[in-house]
């Protein structure tokens, strides 16, 4: 078994041969910066999102396919949020000693699948042995027309609260790992959790609303429903109702059932997007449905209506990966 940090040179050969080109890159890997171009009339998007063993994955649990889409996922995800266009990644990637080099070739083929499926040129980063298990930092980087990035902080009362796809099916396989902690991840086919294990992100749809003008604010749901409205309703001095009956609950596993409302509300790491719009909307949106779930009120409470006419106070339950005594029940 070769072992790893393999010498950088040859990591960035490798990775060099891998990327996608892009003519927004004019100098990346090889030189001490990289040399982007932001198209005409656009502003740049930056965005940085760690990704650390034990954290966000768990080598038993997640292929290494797994853990490197999804670490570019989450960056991809912060610019579908914006209404952006991805154009350049950077990676920076400490991995143990004892690392078996099978692993690290593994991630990059999932990260590069990904890539190549939105165009995204990677333009350089940084390798470095790592004390303590796998740390991986990702900065995206995206443009946007000038002035036409949406924002959290600019939903308005009376604003229609949607979202994108389904809710609760990355927290339900987190939920059913930890349920077994023993059982292989295999025995959870990634299949049926495409969400957690094959995630794509919401760029198109993003892209889609910006074009037309028709979101208010917007933000892609890492930490969990009930967490990412808090963030959009303190960004924007507003308060929201939401509809318990009208959130998609995700169908997830074999024979397919779906999630609980707990696990829709608080889960983390669906990467849909949540946005409000002044406007009624379509029921789809580039290909992917999309659900109003509520309204934006005045004042700066949140409030879940349930079906049998009774309004309770929404709390935002934060999502902490992986944490036995934090996770949504
Ligand atoms: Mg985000």
Redesign the pocket.
């Known amino acids: 078994v070769e072992a790893v940090p393999l010498p950088e040179q040859l990591l960035i050969a490798r990775v060099r041969r891998a990327v996608p080109q892009s003519a927004a890159v004019r100098a990346g890997i090889g030189d001490d910066c990289a040399v982007l171009e932001v198209p005409r009339g656009q502003q740049l998007l930056v965005?940085t999102d760690f990704t650390l063993e034990n954290v966000h994955f768990r080598r038993d649990w997640h292929a290494p396919e797994v853990v490197g889409r999804r670490c570019l996922m989450r960056g991809l995800?912060?610019i579908a949020?914006m209404g952006g266009r991805p154009l350049a990644a950077f990676l920076s990637l400490a991995l143990p000693a004892d690392l078996a080099q099978p692993w690290v070739d593994r991630f990059y083929r999932g990260l590069l699948e990904l890539a190549r499926e939105f165009r995204v040129a990677f333009a350089g980063g940084d390798t470095s042995q790592s004390p303590c298990g796998i740390q991986a930092d990702i900065v995206v980087t995206g443009a946007v027309p000038r002035g036409q990035a949406i924002l959290r902080s600019s939903a308005r009362p009376g604003d229609r609260i949607y979202v994108t796809g389904e809710l609760g099916g990355s927290a339900e396989a987190v939920h059913q790992l930890l349920k077994s902690p023993r059982k292989p991840a295999q025995k959870l086919r990634p299949a049926d959790y495409p969400r957690h294990f094959h995630p794509t992100p919401r760029l198109a749809q993003g892209e889609w609303l910006r074009r037309r003008g028709l979101a208010s604010a917007m933000?892609?749901m890492?930490d969990g429903l009930s967490t990412d409205l808090d963030h959009i309703c303190q960004e924007s001095g507003v308060g929201a109702v939401i509809e318990a009956a009208a959130i998609p609950l995700a169908r997830v596993g074999r024979p397919a059932y779906s999630v609980s409302l707990e696990r829709a509300l608080h889960g983390g790491e669906d990467y849909e997007l949540l946005f409000t719009s002044a406007k009624k909307l379509p029921s789809r949106m580039a290909g992917i449905d999309v659900t109003q779930i509520g309204q934006i009120t005045r004042g700066k409470a949140m409030t879940l209506a349930l079906d049998n006419g009774r309004r309770q106070k929404l709390i935002p339950h934060g999502w902490e990966h992986f944490r036995k005594d934090r996770e949504p029940r």
Do not use: C, E, K, R
């Open positions: 965005t995800s912060d949020a933000i892609d890492s």
